[in-house]
């Protein structure tokens, strides 16, 4: 019983999905946060995600019309950025039908309106999971749809950024286990290149970037104004706790 209420606990709090992001079998690469705030890297990474994620996976907590606040108007919004709905108010859902989706791929692809903020783990947060994970997909033959990653490895999922990226495969050595040399296990030990992409691996990166930060804006399109309301009530707090501790001393100078 307490083992099944520690794994519900678990569950609930999201921590092992954390976990398996964290330990999938690679480091977690830190992500420009900077870009978070930076509006054409956000415009950008709108772009890229109604083009290349919006059409198996939906974001339906989030509206179109959001988008006005990372500097884009009805007219780019409509004219750009929307395929499937009617109204620049519709949230950004797709056509694709659930019962589908886990017919076509085992299981249907998730909402990623707030995936930047649910894969947080103890090996980095949401936002350089998914940099890694967008960074990682490699060929392999073994499974179901030619691809795998090295952050979450036999993903469903194919590399659909292959065209910008390019190909490449993994290298993996087998090595003696430190601790139990009768074990050995896979290590990896790098990308080999194996067709170019329409970007270099500079632009590839940055272009996932843009993405990411996207994503992370619209987990929280308030988190730049929590963040500096935050500053401006550290602040208030700091020069008050100044005011009363001087008020204080005035109070009780005459008390012996």
Known sequence: MTKRFLLGLLLA???LSGAHAAGGGAALDK???ERVTNLPALQNGARL????CLNCHSASYMR???MLDIGLSEDQIKNNLMFAAKKVGDPMTITLDPVQAKDFFGAAPPDLTVVARSRAGNGGSGADY???????FYRDDSTVTGWNNLVFPNAAMPNVLWELQGQQRAIFATE???????KSHSVF????????????TAEYNEAVADLVAFMQWMA???????VRLGVFVLLFLAVFTVIAWRLNAAYWKDVK
């Open 64 to 66: 179109y019309n959001r």
């Open 13 to 15: 709090l999201g921590l």
């Open 189 to 200: 030990k790098g990308f080999e290149p194996l067709s170019a992409g329409q970007l270099n």
């Open 176 to 182: 003696k286990d430190a601790h139990d040399p009768s």
């Open 130 to 136: 998914l940099y890694t994970y967008m960074r990682t």
């Open 31 to 33: 992500f420009p946060a």
């Open 220 to 226: 929280e399109p308030h988190q730049g104004q929590r």
């Open 49 to 52: 995600f109604v083009n290349y």
